[in-house]
C-alpha cells in the first residue's frame, strides 16, 4: 500500500471512531475543566474578595491573557487529530504573548518603579508554577483523549499543544484563587507554569497517541 492510501485509510478510520469530534472534544474539555474548578472549590477555596475584585481591569486581564492562550492552543491542537495535516497558524499563539506586553508595559507606566519587583515577585509564585500544572491535569486528559480519537501523525507536537490548551485552562481555575493580579507576575509565573505543562503533554504525546 502507498503512503498516500495508508494516509487517506487512517483518515477515513479516525472519522469513523467518532461520528460526532465536536462532541468528543467538548466533553473532554468542558470535563476536565469542571474536574478542576470542582478540585479548587474544594481544595484552595475561590479568593475571599471576589466580590470586590470581580470587575478590576487585572483582575479579568489574568482571564482574558489565559483564553487567548488556551483556544488557539486547542484548535490547533484539534487540526493535528487528522493525519497528516499540519498544525497551521501557529502564530495565534503570538496573541496571549502581544497582550501580556501590552499590559506589562503599561503596568510599568503606571506604577512606581520601586514596586515592580514586589510585583512580579507576588506572593505565591511557588503555588501558582505548582496549581496551574496539577489543575491542567485533568483538561489535558480530556483533550489527549479527543486526540487518540483521531489519527495524529505528529504525536509530540500534538501533545505539545494539548498540554499548551490544558495550561490556559489550568490558568483559568487558579486565577479564581490567586491573589496576585500584575501582569508582571503574570507573565512571568503562569507563562513559567503553562510551558510546564505544554512540556509534559510533548512528553506523553508518543505514548498516550500512538496507534
Not at 22 to 42: D, E, K, N, Y
Not at 111 to 123: L, N, V
Request: hydrophobic content about 55%; some cysteine; overall charge positive.
Amino acid at each position: 500500500m502507498k503512503t498516500d492510501d495508508l494516509i487517506n485509510a487512517l483518515a477515513a478510520d479516525g472519522a469513523a471512531k467518532t461520528s460526532r469530534p465536536g462532541r468528543v472534544w467538548s466533553l473532554g474539555l468542558a470535563g476536565g475543566a469542571i474536574f478542576s474548578l470542582v478540585m479548587l472549590v474544594l481544595t484552595l477555596k475561590i479568593r475571599s474578595d471576589i466580590g470586590a475584585v470581580a470587575f478590576n481591569p487585572r483582575f479579568l486581564f489574568k482571564f482574558v491573557a489565559a483564553v487567548s492562550f488556551a483556544v488557539p492552543a486547542t484548535w490547533l491542537a484539534a487540526r493535528l487529530a487528522r493525519p497528516a495535516v499540519v498544525a497551521g497558524r501557529p502564530a495565534l499563539l503570538a496573541v496571549a504573548p502581544v497582550l501580556l506586553a501590552v499590559a506589562c508595559g503599561l503596568d510599568l507606566w503606571l506604577t512606581p518603579e520601586a514596586t515592580w519587583e514586589a510585583q512580579a515577585m507576588g506572593h505565591y509564585a511557588p503555588y501558582c508554577v505548582t496549581c496551574v500544572p496539577l489543575f491542567a491535569l485533568a483538561p489535558l486528559g480530556g483533550i489527549l483523549y479527543a486526540l487518540s480519537r483521531g489519527a495524529p501523525t505528529n504525536q509530540r507536537v500534538a501533545g505539545l499543544f494539548a498540554g499548551l490548551a490544558a495550561g490556559g485552562v489550568g490558568a483559568v481555575v487558579y486565577a479564581l484563587h490567586c491573589p496576585d493580579d500584575s501582569p508582571l507576575f503574570l507573565t512571568i509565573w503562569y507563562s513559567l507554569a503553562v510551558a510546564f505543562t505544554g512540556a509534559i503533554g510533548a512528553f506523553l504525546g508518543p505514548y498516550v497517541l500512538k496507534w
